[in-house]
């Protein structure tokens, strides 16, 4: 049998096939506890109009006027997917996205914080949220 294939590039972390047939999630090497800084979501800034002509899922609204392009694979938070029961969430402190634990995170366990409203209506909705949250089970 063919071992799965991850890719570890901080030791806190190894990115790996997702179970939920999201693609690659974020998945918790160590235990993490709870208000713990988990990452920062790196990328280029762009003004959200030019943005919002991209073709890519990695954007991150900071407001009206600026994006972060996260598509990098340097930027390890981009593996961390939508979850409508996360274990994480995103703080904007001064132009930077920085993400905490709002719960304990097991070793194993995957991350994941609320992509938000927007996001879920543009390309989530329609083919169904594939999260772990108990309500879709």
Known sequence: MEKAKTTKMDPRFVVRKA???S???LFAAVPIKKGAFILEYT???LPTKIADTLP??????LDDQWTID???????ARYI???CDSNCEVEIDDGHLMIYA????KKGEELSFDYGEEYYNEF???????????KHQ
């Not at 989530?124 to 108990?134: L, T």
């Open 23 to 25: 693609g690659h999630g």
């Open 70 to 76: 996260g598509s990098p694979r340097s930027n390890l």
């Open 19 to 21: 179970a939920s047939g």
């Open 102 to 105: 709002v719960k304990n995170i």
């Open 43 to 45: 990328g280029k800034k």
């Open 124 to 134: 989530i909705k329609d083919v169904g949220c594939r999260c772990a949250a108990k």
């Open 81 to 83: 997917n939508h979850g």
């Open 56 to 61: 890519t899922r990695y954007l991150f609204h």
